[in-house]
């Protein structure tokens, strides 16, 4: 009795050291995925979206994707935008180094992805996939201040895109004080480099854009609420940067 006893009490001390290693790396996963821009979770994720609806619109609009459109949209997270707003494009593609985002976005995108109109895979901004000119369209919103290089992240997406493909970056929610050309700070999501409108222009333009558009759209209208949170966290502005790769001569 007392030898099962202590056989008993052996297994549940190496089960529960297992549990909690297992935990602890799980911890040890998010707390990674977060400093890059992850929020945690399909809760964290649908949070994430609801905020940052406002931007997924204006891409939207300025996207204006149809049937011959073969979309990129790097940094892809759970997927909201692919789902949600880039139905019309023929075929859409995602990347996200976080593989939980990516398995939720498959999720998502499950019956695209059977019909061969979709795929989506796990990996790094800066080393894409796919060979040269393959899409008409490379959309990156709310992640390329996480990266840690950035002129890599937009020479890719030069590289994959069709001659007079368009990318469309959003660079940070905030607009930088005159003079200030690039700030990197602790946010809730983790650290990120927030460049000026004139070094997101320099840096599209130097990985061989032209032309490169700059444009700010305030939140406003139905978004006064969301926009109200966004300002206490210190950025109301989205900064929808547009460059197109020029057409082979
Ligand atoms: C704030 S979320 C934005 C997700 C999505 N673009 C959206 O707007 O819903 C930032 C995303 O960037 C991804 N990310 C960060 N660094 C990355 C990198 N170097 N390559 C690919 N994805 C990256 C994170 O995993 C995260 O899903």
């Known amino acids: 009795m007392r030898r099962t006893l202590v056989i008993v009490g052996c297994l549940a001390a190496v089960a529960g ?3 909690w290693a297992a935990r602890s790396s799980r911890f040890e996963q998010a707390r990674e995925a977060m400093s890059r821009g992850a929020a945690p979770g399909r809760l964290g994720s649908r949070l994430n979206s609801l905020g940052d609806r406002p931007m997924y619109r204006a891409f939207a609009d300025a996207l204006d994707a149809g049937p011959g459109d073969d979309v990129l949209d790097v940094a892809c997270g759970w997927g909201e935008f692919l789902v949600n707003h880039a139905a019309d494009a023929g075929h859409v ?10 398995a939720l976005a498959r999720e998502r995108l499950a019956d695209r992805l059977e019909a061969g109109t979709a795929e989506v895979v796990v990996g790094d901004a800066a080393t894409l996939p796919w060979p040269d000119g393959h899409f008409t369209a490379v959309t ?5 201040m996480f990266f840690p290089d950035q002129p890599a992240a937009l020479a890719e997406f030069h590289r994959v895109l069709q001659p007079g493909g368009r990318a469309l970056i959003s660079f940070a929610a905030e607009q930088l004080p005159e003079g200030v050309e690039s700030r990197t700070a602790r946010g809730v999501a983790g650290t990120y480099t927030a460049i000026s409108a004139t070094a997101a222009r320099q840096m599209l333009e130097q990985a061989g ?6 444009t700010w759209v305030p939140i406003a209208g139905e978004h006064q609420r969301i926009g109200g949170v966004l300002r206490a966290l210190g950025g109301d ?13």
């Open 17 to 19: 050291a297992v549990a």
């Open 237 to 249: 502005q989205l900064d929808v940067v547009i460059g197109r790769k020029p057409a082979a001569a």
């Open 140 to 144: 990156c919103m709310d992640a390329i």
């Open 93 to 102: 593609a995602g990347i996200d180094l976080t593989p939980e985002k990516v």
């Open 209 to 214: 854009f032209d032309p490169v558009d700059v």
